[in-house]
């Protein structure tokens, strides 16, 4: 099970370019969640999914972010027009089900997007 | 906003010390996580306490819960160079399916 796979690590972008995030869930997960790190803070909820469905997305700012996870492939975060604001590191986590009492989520590794 | 909030912001110690850290949340949760963050990489599970579970082990690890004066503490025991990280508290409200993140602890073990 290679866990929850984001690719790219790194994404350099320039002003006003699109950003595309992309992240394999776990094996048997069908939920994905999005979170945004800003140097030295601690994590933001984004956007939760599931397999075609957006099923919370308080997280995301109005314009220029939106995320999906069709019914195959990975989930993807785009975001559009980028700013230098948009440079952060953005972390995909996975759940086989809505039950997650009984144990903590599965982070991927991050995409670190940097707008130059 | 249910943003938790941790202390002390960094931490120093000497290896094989113990390390404290606490957790502050504002509003009603399911249950509270502890994960560390690397340098530069990803987030890993910790530890998972129930909002009716007190406290909880695992290895050297210890957790306490206080739903009363909505706080967490984590405490590491005979710190190693390998505990250096940061380390988040993340809360779980009922229903919610997202976490709240706290700002994070520094930690540094100093051989």
């Known amino acids: 099970n290679a866990g929850v796979m984001q690719n790219p690590r790194h994404l350099v972008r320039r002003r006003g370019q699109e950003a595309r995030l992309r992240c394999s869930p776990m094996?048997?997960?069908?939920?994905v969640y999005w979170y945004r790190q800003l140097p030295e803070e601690g994590l933001k909820f984004m956007v939760y999914?599931?397999?075609?469905?957006?099923?919370?997305e308080s997280g995301m700012p109005k314009e220029r972010f939106s995320a999906e996870f069709p019914k195959e492939g990975p989930s993807i975060l785009r975001i559009q027009q980028v700013v230098r604001g948009d440079s952060a590191a953005y972390f995909c986590?996975?759940?086989?089900?809505?039950?997650?009492?009984?144990?903590?989520?599965?982070f991927g590794s991050g995409t670190r997007l940097t707008v130059v | 906003s249910q943003q938790g909030e941790e202390d002390p912001q960094a931490l120093s110690i000497q290896e094989g010390e113990n390390a404290t850290m606490n957790c502050s949340y504002k509003?009603?949760?399911?249950?509270l996580q502890w994960y560390r963050q690397n340098s530069g990489r990803g987030l890993v599970h910790l530890i998972l306490?129930?909002?009716?579970?007190r406290e909880k082990h695992s290895g050297r690890l210890r957790v306490t819960l206080d739903t009363s004066k909505k706080s967490s503490s984590l405490l590491i025991t005979a710190s190693r160079a390998a505990d250096t990280a940061s380390y988040f508290c993340?809360?779980?409200?009922?229903?919610?399916?997202?976490?709240?993140f706290g700002q994070g602890t520094r930690l540094t073990i100093n051989p």
């Open positions: 986590a996975s759940s086989p089900n809505r039950d997650i009492t009984n144990y903590g989520y599965t």
């Open positions: 094996k048997g997960h069908s939920h």
């Open positions: 999914l599931q397999k075609e469905n957006i099923i919370d």
């Open positions: 509003t009603s949760i399911n249950n």
């Open positions: 306490i129930r909002s009716n579970e």
């Open positions: 993340a809360t779980d409200a009922w229903g919610a399916q997202k976490l709240v």
